[in-house]
């Protein structure tokens, strides 16, 4: 498929139009030929693993893709002929590479910023509709404040522990803090004898307290709980709104409970349907995976 682009000087064009506009050019070559939103995200996937196994910049560019690792990891093992194969994309982007030697520095700079304008015009990562629409209102503001103040947690929301949920991770520390029963109690909406009611709601707002601060474990816990007061005009966040990575961590919990989700989880499912149908067409791996199941 690329295989008339292989006669390319590359350095000549750098040297002629500059590094950004070399880039600018063969990421529309790609994108020309790679008509299929899946086949495309497929390469950014290979790409973005690729870079996370790269030198420091390298690793920096994959953190700050905006696709969580659960999402591109294996990318690189999964053979697609219009992707690796003898004229697939990723071969013309190792040819087109391979030109720039014995100049690794350069070769990193262009094939990172290749990467990025696949991202930015394919509109995937953190450049997807989806973590664009990502703006905060006055009013999840103000809640999110309130949720920080350790004695209106404990009075009006009634909880007996209290956690920073600013804090990077806090979902899964709440995990680990409560327990695996509690995690499945919320999931399955089924109550064990190890488990009480109140032990089950204030794990489930302090979840509902995460998703409030985009916490992707928290985001994808609350989907299975009763959202009442103050939460109820915030969550659950629908699925058009939801990242990848909160969407990966709801599918998973979806899928190894299959024979028993709660009522509010099922409902939360019913809801957002068309919407995980249109993720999935967009190339979503997750909302793939729950469509088809």
């Known amino acids: 498929m690329f295989g008339f682009f292989k006669r390319n000087k590359v350095q000549a064009l750098i040297k002629k139009i500059g590094l950004e506009g070399a880039t600018n050019q063969f990421s ?40 969580p690792p659960q999402e591109y990891k294996g990318a690189l093992t999964h053979s697609i002929e219009e992707i690796d194969g003898p004229g697939g994309a990723k071969t013309f982007l190792d040819d087109i590479t391979m030109q720039l030697m014995p100049d690794r520095g350069l070769m ?80 399955t909406g089924v109550l064990p004898i190890s488990v009480s009611r109140a032990e089950l709601n204030e794990f489930c707002n ?32 629908p699925i058009q709104e939801m990242s990848d990575e909160a969407l990966d961590i709801l599918a998973t919990l979806l899928l190894h409970n299959r024979a028993k989700v709660s009522q509010s989880g099922i409902r939360y499912v019913e809801e957002n349907w068309s919407n995980l149908e249109e993720r999935a067409r967009a190339g979503n791996r997750a909302a793939a995976l729950l469509v088809a199941d």
Do not use: W
């Open 28 to 67: 529309d070559m790609v994108l020309s030929q790679l008509q299929d939103k899946t086949l495309l995200r497929q390469l950014i996937l290979v790409e973005v693993e690729g870079a996370s196994l790269g030198n420091e910049t390298a690793q920096a560019f994959a953190r700050d893709s905006g696709i």
């Open 108 to 187: 990193v700079r262009f094939r990172l910023m290749l990467a990025e304008q696949l991202l930015v015009k394919g509109e995937f990562g953190k450049y997807s509709a989806v973590q664009k629409i990502h703006v905060i209102s006055p009013m999840k503001l103000k809640m999110r404040q309130l949720l920080l103040d350790e004695a209106i947690m404990r009075q009006q929301v009634g909880v007996s522990r209290v956690f920073d949920y600013e804090r990077p991770g806090i979902g899964r520390d709440l995990l680990t803090a409560f327990g695996e029963s509690l995690a499945l109690a919320c999931v």
């Open 206 to 237: 302090h979840m509902g307290a995460a998703a409030l601060f985009d916490d992707p474990v928290g985001v994808a816990f609350s989907c299975f709980a009763v959202q009442g007061g103050s939460f109820a005009q915030f969550l659950p966040i």
